[in-house]
């Protein structure tokens, strides 16, 4: 337990410190190779990477969409049920953030508009790993499909089968998916980044991954010739608030879950009750004897924090300092301390609303920032899957009203042939009267 009033600033620090990520120099340096070796080689590489990492006896990167359609008929009917609840609520929501374009005149005869357009081609990375993620593609393929996007290029490591998981097969299908590759980690993000005699070259990545993924998605979108990329990430992470009547089971549970997700993960509770602190982590131990990925969650916790603060409203602020990805409020009064909540991915009001729902089914998207840039960056949602570009006409009584002060603008910077482009035409309007 951690007694937040009693700390040094550096303390404070120390406490929310993240989990250290993985060497940063080896790892920039090895991505960098495999990024290097994919764009002189291409699917050569990309191939030749797979092998070595999850299928030694894949020949060809392209899924057939026939192959797709006959994985999805593996998956039951209960899972199916699932799969098409997520996938309507996913889609009500983001529907519901289609933009809407604006017209407007500043100045007689000056009219300015803002558009939005779908981005051509995407790329959805889809992590391999222990577990099948078709939450993740529809996260991703879902607001792909509803923003209009020609190309949705789906990116995922096969099985020694040479297969994808039929879960992850039914969801690509829903989401209108057709364009499938069997690659993954840093490979597969310089496949769509680069382009190579498979893949054809997308605009934007989305998706999580690895360091070795997340690594390769910062390479190529700092360099002119990539891509761009959903938003920077790290570990994966939850903090709870919660006041002293908060279920001590529900806490732990959701610590839990976050921490099953992998062993950099990074579970924290922070309160005004030093009762609670204790019953939930008597939770902890014992809800974690029965997870199947006990070991995983059980390394995770060791990066547990239990902090206790003097008041909910130090609680909020120790929140708020920490920036997560996931915060969950259990609280009496959950929504009433919304306008106090500044820096979070999302957010879960009340006892009812574990993670777990906006991981899957709620209808939110479970794309966040993490690793504290919930400071600065958004939950994915569809105008990432947008552009916005912006249109003026001026008219002939437009340049007249406004011409003079662009004029004076001009000539007050030094730009003399801006001050020309307006000038002739006024002129000439002074000829023509």
């Not at 792909?144 to 297969?163: D, F, H, W």
């Not at 990329?229 to 279920?247: C, F, K, Q, Y």
């Not at 106090?340 to 966040?368: C, M, Q, R």
Request: net charge negative; aromatic share 6%; charged share 20%.
């Amino acid at each position: 337990m951690i007694n937040w009033s009693s700390l040094s600033a550096a303390d404070k620090a120390s406490a929310l410190a993240r989990p250290a990520m993985a060497d940063s120099a080896a790892l920039r340096t090895t991505v960098a190779e495999i990024l290097t070796a994919v764009e002189s080689r291409g699917d050569e590489a990309v191939l030749e990477y797979t092998r070595r990492f999850d299928s030694a006896g894949l020949n060809t990167l392209r899924l057939p969409v026939a192959q797709r359609d006959e994985l999805a008929t593996r998956v039951s009917p209960q899972v199916k049920s699932a799969i098409k609840t997520a996938f309507s609520n996913i889609k009500q929501f983001h529907d519901a953030q289609y933009p809407q374009d604006i017209r407007l005149t500043t100045t007689p005869g000056v009219v300015c508009e803002q558009r939005f357009t779908a981005l051509e081609a995407v790329g959805l990375y889809i992590p391999g790993g222990s577990a099948p993620l078709p939450s993740t593609v529809m996260m991703l393929g879902v607001p792909a499909m509803v923003a209009g996007c020609k190309r949705k290029v789906l990116c995922t490591p096969p099985n020694q089968a040479q297969e994808i998981a039929p879960e992850i097969a039914f969801a690509a299908q829903c989401c209108g998916i057709e364009e499938i590759y069997l690659c993954g980690g840093a490979q597969a993000i310089a496949a769509m980044a680069f382009g190579t005699q498979s893949i054809i070259k997308v605009d934007k990545i989305f998706g999580p991954g690895n360091s070795f993924v997340t690594e390769a998605k910062q390479q190529v979108s700092q360099r002119a010739d990539g891509a761009a990329i959903d938003m920077p990430a790290g570990p994966s992470e939850v903090l709870v608030l919660a006041d002293g009547n908060a279920d001590a089971q529900f806490v732990a549970s959701d610590l839990l879950s976050q921490a099953e997700h992998g062993p950099d993960s990074q579970a924290i509770l922070v309160t005004d009750s030093a009762a609670l602190i204790n019953a939930v982590k008597e939770a902890v131990t014992e809800q974690l004897t029965h997870l199947s990925r006990n070991s995983i969650a059980a390394r995770a916790m060791e990066n547990a924090r239990y902090i206790l603060a003097d008041s909910l409203s130090e609680a909020i602020s120790v929140s708020n300092d920490y920036a997560p990805e996931h915060l969950i409020v259990q609280c009496d009064n959950a929504r009433e301390l919304l306008p106090e909540l500044k820096h979070a991915g999302s957010i879960f009001l009340g006892p009812w609303s574990p993670e777990s729902a906006g991981d899957y089914a709620s209808g939110t998207n479970h794309v966040l920032p993490t690793y504290g840039y919930a400071r600065n960056y958004s939950s994915l949602g569809l105008l990432d899957f947008m552009r916005r570009y912006t249109i003026q006409e001026l008219s002939a009584d437009g340049m007249r009203n406004l011409g003079p002060a662009i004029m004076q603008l001009a000539d007050a910077e030094g730009l003399d042939a801006h001050k020309n482009a307006v000038g002739y035409r006024l002129n000439k309007l002074q000829q023509n009267d």
